[in-house]
């Protein structure tokens, strides 16, 4: 029996990227695969793809794939000593260079940066470990105090905490991996630097419909407008690792809590990313902190937890999957979760799909159904029935292997890919089938969802409730 609900996301890397290595993760637990576009050569991601897809076949099992793009990198130039040694206190210019000139200047190649700033704006630099103030901003004459003291050498990231800079969220190097992620068939792209909806809308545009969208929130300005983004994207990423940079570390788990309602509201998955088993890149073992907030993530209701380093460059990839593994089951297994609770919106617009998943997820509770099926021809069924979060692991039977990819990511739901049904017997049986398959006992109630005509787009209006292996009228 399917005995997990939330779903693993690993990131793969120089640890992960051998064919039996990928195939280690997946049996240990792994749903959805991720590549990491600021990293490796279209050539050797295009042979993970391979792999990811031939474990696909050799399973039967659809498998997604998400592509995640680098964004605009705002990074300092480079010192004539290979770095800077901050003086606490010390003033220094910004200047529009590559290359500073003296030991008093930072260079930072980047006018759309240098000409928003403004006195009073705080400057993070290499990912918050340093801190500058604008004390003077005028035309070509910006001077900074430095905070904190400290070695700032080339090539740092910056960040401007509480700014919309004026920049798109795809450089030129995002659109070239966007159209090799894209040739390659992975079923999502994952769009980092975004500050506004109009971001999304501009992605979407290039995307044509060919791979869903993963907003990854990891500005303020993002979280300012979140309803705006989540309603545009097909999924959302708490990237916590940016946006502990911009935001202060008390608010970075309240700005969780609300991104995974507001998605579970909305319906649409939610990610929680960054630093989860962090230091199992190089232990064989999590933090008992650690594994606290992977709990948290999946009690607050996360469709899916991310490793990143772990699996990417760390030491014991599967071994990190197999523990986040156990932890979500462990979460699961409590009654309290409010990964179960049924998020209720009084302004949505229910449909009668909408009314026939709710029914179900009822119905699972109160006769203890081990199983819902869903017959689907576009996904939306498994989609509505993860947000109303039964208490019963959901297969989603499609005949479309795309639509099952996409389903990959969703809580609760597994995807197999099976031929259309035909009539009600057939329906009853392949669902008697589904059910054994991933471990069903015959005599279990299991429930079964379907549109009717069959094989129709957009139809949810047929709910059986039905026994495992016994006769069917």
């Not at 009690?299 to 014991?316: F, K, N």
């Not at 990964?339 to 009084?346: E, H, L, M, N, T």
């Not at 398959?437 to 379907?450: D, F, K, Q, S, T």
Request: hydrophobic share 40%; aromatic share 4%; glycine share 6%.
């Amino acid at each position: 029996m399917i005995k997990r609900l939330c779903k693993i996301v690993a990131t793969i890397g120089p640890a992960s990227a051998s064919p039996s290595m990928l195939r280690l993760l997946r049996d240990a637990g792994v749903d959805v695969f991720r590549l990491n576009m600021s990293h490796g050569e279209h050539d050797k991601l295009a042979k993970v793809v391979a792999a990811i897809r031939e474990i696909e076949r050799e399973t039967d099992t659809p498998i997604a794939i998400f592509a995640d793009l680098q964004g605009p990198k705002i990074r300092t130039g480079q010192f004539p000593e290979g770095a800077l040694q901050l003086r606490y206190g010390g003033e220094y210019r910004l200047e529009n260079t590559y290359m500073a000139s003296d030991d008093e200047t930072i260079p930072i190649p980047h006018p759309e940066l240098l000409n928003v700033l403004e006195k009073g704006d705080i400057l993070k630099l290499d990912d918050g470990k340093l801190q500058v103030t604008v004390t003077e901003a005028s035309a070509g004459d910006i001077k900074v105090r430095a905070d904190t003291p400290g070695a700032l050498s080339d090539r740092k990231g910056i960040n401007l905490p509480g700014r919309r800079l004026p920049i798109s969220a795809l450089t030129d190097k995002d659109r070239t991996d966007l159209d090799f992620a894209l040739d390659q068939g992975v079923d999502y792209i994952a769009l980092s630097f975004v500050q506004q909806a109009d971001d999304v809308k501009e992605a979407a545009d290039l995307i044509e419909g060919r791979a869903g969208i993963i907003a990854k929130i990891e500005k303020p300005s993002a979280v300012d407008c979140l309803d705006e983004i989540i309603a545009l994207a097909d999924a959302i990423m708490v990237a916590r690792g940016d946006l502990g940079v911009e935001c202060a570390p008390e608010d970075v788990p309240l700005i969780q809590r609300r991104i995974i309602k507001a998605c579970r509201n909305a319906g649409k998955p939610v990610i929680v990313a960054t630093h989860m088993l962090e230091s199992m890149v190089d232990s064989i073992a999590p933090t008992r902190a650690e594994a606290s907030d992977v709990s948290t993530a999946v009690y607050q209701g996360a469709d899916a937890v991310m490793l990143s380093a772990e699996t990417a460059i760390g030491r014991h990839p599967p071994t990190a999957v197999a523990i986040m593994d156990r932890i979500i089951v462990a979460t699961e297994r409590d009654e309290t979760s409010q990964g179960y609770d049924r998020i209720s919106d009084d302004d949505h617009d229910y449909t009668t799909a909408d009314a026939m998943t709710a029914s179900a997820r009822r119905i699972a509770e109160v006769l203890d159904c081990k199983l819902a099926i869903a017959y689907t021809k576009t996904g939306s069924t498994a989609r509505r029935l993860s947000r109303d979060r039964p208490r019963a692991p959901i297969i989603a039977a499609t005949p479309d292997r795309r639509v099952a990819r996409n389903l990959s990511l969703y809580w609760g739901v597994r995807p197999v890919v099976t031929d259309d049904i035909a009539h009600f017997h057939e329906m009853i049986e392949k669902a008697d089938s589904l059910a054994q398959a991933h471990g069903g006992v015959e005599g279990e109630r299991i429930i079964i969802l379907a549109g009717y005509p069959f094989g129709r787009r957009g139809k949810t209006n047929t709910l059986k409730i039905s026994r495992i292996g016994m006769p069917k009228d």
